[in-house]
């Protein structure tokens, strides 16, 4: 029995770039590159778990550099206990994109921090780019102060993708990490596996690195052998 060769590379997650959204149609991406290209106030992208939020975030920052413009980026939940501290310490720059809205409802200390760092950034004439699941006009829990100016915001409104365009997406991030898929594979993989996003990027890494290690294109006979191979983990 051969000895499967280390991978020669890390998994990596695929440029989060505006180009590569999905739906490329979609109004919130349109009102997004408006926003960028000149749009006036602060714009919260607004959608449920899964929908594209962090990466049309991310690829306003990425287009923000591009331009040579600073950007400031707290993605909340990452930061965890620590968020507060982090958004205090966030100079007010030009554009500031706050990621994970939701994640100041449960902390009032949060909420003061958010609201200064608006004010803050405001003052100096930059803009605020949040993203967050629910609608923070309806969170009775939060600052009324916070509410009120994020409630002036804009806000796009993101849905979920469609099964096509789910598997639309997953082909172009398996084609960006140098993976091919026939339509048997992919009919194969989508029916033993969840639809949500962050779900299948995990698969998409977990594959990545195991057809690498393999030597093995992503055919039904190996997918059949790593859908086994992780149920006995």
Same mark, same amino acid.
């Given at each position: 029995?051969?000895?499967?060769?280390?991978?020669?590379?890390?998994?990596?997650?695929? @440029?989060?770039?505006?180009?590569?959204?999905?739906?490329?149609?979609?109004?919130?991406?349109?009102?997004?590159?408006?926003?960028?290209?000149?749009?006036?106030?602060?714009?919260?992208?607004?959608?449920? %778990?899964?929908?594209?939020?962090?990466?049309? &975030?991310?690829?306003? =920052?990425? #287009?923000?550099?591009?331009?040579?413009?600073?950007?400031?980026?707290?993605?909340?939940?990452?930061?965890?206990?620590?968020?507060? %501290?982090?958004?205090?310490?966030?100079? %007010?720059?030009?554009?500031?994109a706050v990621d994970d809205l939701d994640e100041a409802?449960?902390?009032?200390?949060?909420?003061?921090?958010?609201?200064?760092l608006h004010n803050r950034v405001g003052d100096q004439?930059?803009?605020? &780019?949040?993203?967050?699941?629910?609608?923070?006009?309806?969170?009775?829990?939060?600052?009324?102060?916070?509410?009120?100016?994020?409630?002036?915001?804009?806000?796009?409104?993101?849905?979920?993708?469609?099964? %096509?365009?789910?598997?639309?997406?997953?082909?172009?991030?398996?084609?960006?990490?140098?993976?091919?898929?026939?339509?048997?594979?992919?009919?194969?993989?989508?029916?033993?596996?969840? #639809?949500?996003?962050?779900? &299948?990027?995990?698969?998409?890494? @977990? &594959?990545?690195?195991?057809? =690498?290690?393999?030597?093995?294109?992503?055919?039904?006979?190996?997918?059949?052998?790593? =859908?086994?191979?992780?149920?006995?983990?």
């Amino acid at each position: 029995m051969s000895t499967p060769q280390l991978p020669l590379r890390l998994a990596r997650p695929p @440029r989060a770039g505006l180009e590569d959204f999905l739906p490329a149609d979609a109004p919130a991406l349109s009102l997004l590159r408006d926003w960028l290209a000149g749009g006036r106030g602060n714009l919260l992208l607004r959608g449920p %778990a899964g929908c594209g939020k962090s990466h049309l &975030l991310l690829g306003a =920052l990425e #287009r923000i550099a591009a331009r040579g413009e600073q950007a400031g980026y707290l993605p909340l939940a990452a930061l965890g206990t620590r968020a507060d %501290a982090m958004v205090e310490a966030q100079p %007010a720059l030009p554009w500031v994109a706050v990621d994970d809205l939701d994640e100041a409802l449960i902390d009032p200390a949060l909420q003061r921090a958010l609201f200064a760092l608006h004010n803050r950034v405001g003052d100096q004439g930059g803009r605020m &780019l949040y993203a967050s699941r629910g609608n923070p006009g309806d969170w009775t829990s939060l600052l009324p102060d916070l509410r009120s100016r994020l409630g002036q915001s804009v806000q796009a409104l993101l849905q979920p993708l469609d099964e %096509a365009q789910r598997r639309e997406w997953f082909t172009r991030r398996a084609a960006a990490l140098g993976m091919q898929l026939d339509e048997a594979s992919l009919e194969y993989l989508f029916r033993r596996v969840g #639809r949500d996003l962050p779900g &299948l990027q995990r698969l998409l890494d @977990r &594959l990545d690195v195991d057809s =690498l290690a393999a030597q093995r294109r992503l055919t039904v006979p190996f997918l059949r052998d790593f =859908l086994a191979a992780g149920e006995s983990d």
